[in-house]
């Protein structure tokens, strides 16, 4: 088992920044891919960034060159810098562990970021 604990969602004017905080323990494995979705109302869950535990990095295309994902693999945590923020990055933003070897992806409780206009 994974639990992951998310920090740092809150409501921001559009233009601004917010960093997310996920720390994850328990059965941590040190190959693995941790990551954020996001969700909003009435859509699906996407994909907004993830990165590996050797520091390869995706990102959705609408949060290029505004968002940087980063981990901390000495305390298992990974963090979301989030500038530039629109009004539609406004979301219900989850941490992911995925764990490589069974192919299990664990999930966060979530963390409200609202972007104002």
Do not use: H
């Amino acid at each position: 088992q994974v639990q992951l604990v998310e920090s740092g969602g809150g409501l921001v004017q559009a233009g601004g920044s917010l960093q997310l905080s996920c720390a994850a323990s328990g059965s941590i494995f040190s190959i693995n891919a941790m990551g954020w979705y996001r969700q909003a109302p009435g859509k699906q869950r996407d994909l907004v960034a993830d990165i590996r535990s050797g520091g390869r990095t995706n990102y959705a295309d609408s949060v290029k060159g505004r968002f940087t994902i980063s981990r901390d693999n000495t305390k298992n945590t990974v963090y979301l810098q989030m500038n530039s923020l629109k009004p539609e990055d406004t979301a219900v933003y989850y941490c992911s562990y995925y764990n490589v070897y069974n192919g299990y992806t664990y999930w966060g409780q979530g963390t409200q970021v609202t972007v104002s206009s």
